[in-house]
């Protein structure tokens, strides 16, 4: 996708496009499992088996939760037949994120807890600092009453520092939780400036770009730019079609957009697009 669209329209049609064709990326995806799933059957020792394990996993995120946990659940099963501490936190926190996805908050914490963060090796500690930003993100959104809400952001914010303290500075995680932070403080120019630095910076892959764009969605969102907010509400949801991520968000949030405006029958294919490939 292009990062300066002509039109709307040009935007719009190029993502119909890929809605339409989006089975032969689903295709891609699965021969690219399949080249994984065969490592499994090769002779290995149990550490490279989890490692293969934690590909496959990686393979699944945001494409099949089912498939992705049955995984996990390996892992889990062989960290802990080695006895490998290790290898039992690197296991219990993809359940983590797991349970992220299917809506439970609360077994979530109650294993993030479990988890001592003083001994955990160096190597770990970014994705524990996200996992813990997640949940407190996460926690945030659904609380009702605002001094639990406070609480929650509090929490949020203690874990995002710790997420900057931990990763390469200018790296793409770095600054997209950067950026992160200074939507959160209204800071919308420099985040911009930020992400645009890293788009120009780096050779993105189509996840990336997609995470990328709908950053700068939000961005768009907060100050009032409509058109904008579409454009790359659209070009993170090509990537995010590109890439086989079926979490949809920026699809789904583009047709909130189009319902709003009137153009009923496109967001309707938007949500079908979102459905469909949910199940």
């Known amino acids: 996708p292009q990062s300066t669209p002509q039109t709307m329209a040009s935007v719009l049609d190029s993502l119909d496009r890929l809605i339409e064709g989006r089975h032969r990326f689903t295709l891609?995806?699965?021969?690219?499992?399949?080249?994984?799933?065969?490592?499994?059957?090769?002779?290995q020792t149990p550490e490279e088996h989890f490692q293969t394990l934690?590909?496959?996993?990686?393979?699944?995120?945001?494409?099949?939760?089912d498939s992705q946990i049955v995984y996990v659940k390996r892992q889990i099963a062989l960290s802990d037949s080695l006895q490998n501490r290790e290898l039992q936190i690197q296991a219990n926190l993809n359940m983590v994120e797991c349970l992220y996805t299917t809506g439970m908050y609360k077994e979530a914490d109650e294993l993030l807890t479990k988890i001592e963060q003083q001994k955990l090796p160096g190597y770990i500690l970014p994705y524990y600092y996200h996992l813990k930003r997640t949940l407190y993100g996460l926690l945030a959104d659904y609380a009702i009453q605002p001094e639990l809400q406070a609480s929650y952001n509090k929490k949020l914010h203690l874990y995002r520092d710790s997420i900057l303290q931990v990763n390469t500075p200018h790296s793409f995680a770095y600054n997209i939780v950067k950026t992160d932070e200074l939507i959160a403080q209204h800071d919308y120019a420099q985040a911009l400036q930020i992400l645009r630095e890293t788009k120009s910076e780096n050779s993105l892959n189509s996840h990336d770009?997609?995470?990328?764009?709908?950053c700068m969605a939000e961005i768009f969102s907060a100050t009032h730019q409509n058109d904008s907010t579409k454009i790359y509400y659209a070009l993170s949801a090509q990537c995010d079609l590109e890439a086989s991520v079926r979490e949809y968000v920026s699809l789904y949030r583009l047709a909130e957009l189009l319902f709003q405006e009137g153009d009923i029958e496109r967001a309707y294919a938007y949500i079908k697009c979102s459905v469909e490939d949910a199940r």
């Open 209 to 214: 770009l997609g995470i990328l764009y709908y």
């Open 54 to 65: 934690g590909y496959l996993i990686d393979a699944y995120r945001a494409f099949s939760i």
């Open 28 to 43: 891609q995806k699965e021969a690219e499992i399949k080249k994984i799933e065969l490592q499994l059957k090769k002779p």
